[in-house]
DNA sequence: TTAATTTAATTTACGCTGTTAATTGTACAC
DNA sequence: GTGTACAATTAACAGCGTAAATTAAATTAA
């Protein structure tokens, strides 16, 4: 049947008119500040016609979760390519992609690792984008070690201790962004390659 | 007037009686799911009796953070107190006191340094603890330096760069702690050592 | 001691929230 | 053309923070 087809675009396309809207309204009012009630008026819908395309508010929110993890995700992996061949630069480039990200992306870096980490187990990328962000950052601090760049060691307990350090410096400047921070930009290069001397 | 006084103690006690049966809920349910009608379900008052007493849900939330800024700061001040006296020691054991505050008092480190740290600022902790966290840290960092422990640098610089990692160990154990870490214990203490020999 | 005044507590109410249930309208199959 | 499936709407529920009006109790003044 043709009309079944075209019924499933429909469909397709209604849950892509949502999550605009929602995008949008989040981006500009905040997570916390959007209703299903403001969602529905922006795409000129009764409140109640969204729950035929998302079982919830939080369904949603994993749509948002998805979109921006593939954001951060394409940001990562262009910092590398875009870096020096070798192993350290490749590392070096990694982590201040990630920062990058946070400060260029701050409410979606909040969504996803800050208010939401919990359900970022649950959420799968798209098709081959399997390669997600911790799994990089683990292939490239094994790279380094194997290069003899950074001393060798348990390569995921010092994938998570870089991880951490990167979270909390981006998670600090977004959240306290009035707080005294000496320089930014200052700070950030400090950090990584105070990160980098640690691990090494 | 005596009644006047006694008025006033009458006052406090309402007001220590709300904010005891805030905490207990909010420990016990997480902060965003209790309401005002909660609160004064539990100690029987009508729902807005409260706002005599508080102008609204947030001045609460301020008093919540006040109570678990001070356990914060004592937490790092025992730390610090028992540990050895030279300089190194000091900041390690003032690290350590830092992440073991978070994990024993996660739902307080979450309130105060993930979800409302803007608020922090506001906050004046009562008469002669005056002496903020940060600032700690920074006498802390600048006493090792002069003893030539830790390599001589802006200190403000070297601080806020280590209370960034220290917010990202600490947030990350507790916003995701179904992630295979590797060792709880281990990492935390690698990280510590990452942490010096990256402002060393 | 009684009357007037202050003030603490309650009830009522408003506009919001996410979501469920019942209802309406419209496009399709027979 | 009639019956059926289903998308969208309206109505409704239980909850939220909080403002306003009202009641009740305590304090002060006469």
Redo the contacts between chains.
């Keep these: 049947m043709s009309t079944n087809e075209r019924r499933k675009k429909e469909i397709k396309e209604m849950k892509q008119e949502i999550i605009e809207a929602a995008v949008q309204l989040f981006l500009s009012d905040g997570y916390e500040n959007v209703s299903m009630r403001k969602i529905a008026k922006k795409i000129q819908y009764s409140p109640t016609a969204i729950y035929n395309y998302f079982a919830s508010k939080e369904e949603i929110l994993k749509q948002l979760l998805m979109n921006g993890y593939s954001i951060f995700l394409n940001s990562l992996k262009e910092g590398v390519a875009k870096s020096e061949e070798d192993a350290l630069s490749r590392l070096k480039a990694s982590l201040n992609a990630y920062i990058h990200f946070g400060l260029s992306h701050p409410d979606y870096y909040r969504l996803i690792f ?1 208010e939401n ?2 359900l ?2 649950k959420i799968i990328i798209d098709e081959d984008d399997r390669t997600k962000g911790f799994q990089l950052l683990t292939e490239l601090v094994a790279e380094a070690m194997n290069e003899g760049v950074l001393k060798k060691n ?1 390569v ?3 994938s ?2 870089l ?7 981006t ?2 400047l977004i ?2 962004p ?2 005294g ?3 930014f930009d ?2 950030i290069r ?2 990584v ?8």
């Design positions: 800050i980490l919990h970022l187990q348990e995921q307990l010092v998570q201790s991880w951490a350090s990167l979270h909390g410096i998670a600090l959240t306290f009035d707080f921070w000496s320089d200052g700070l400090f950090q390659e105070a990160m980098i001397k640690g691990v090494s």
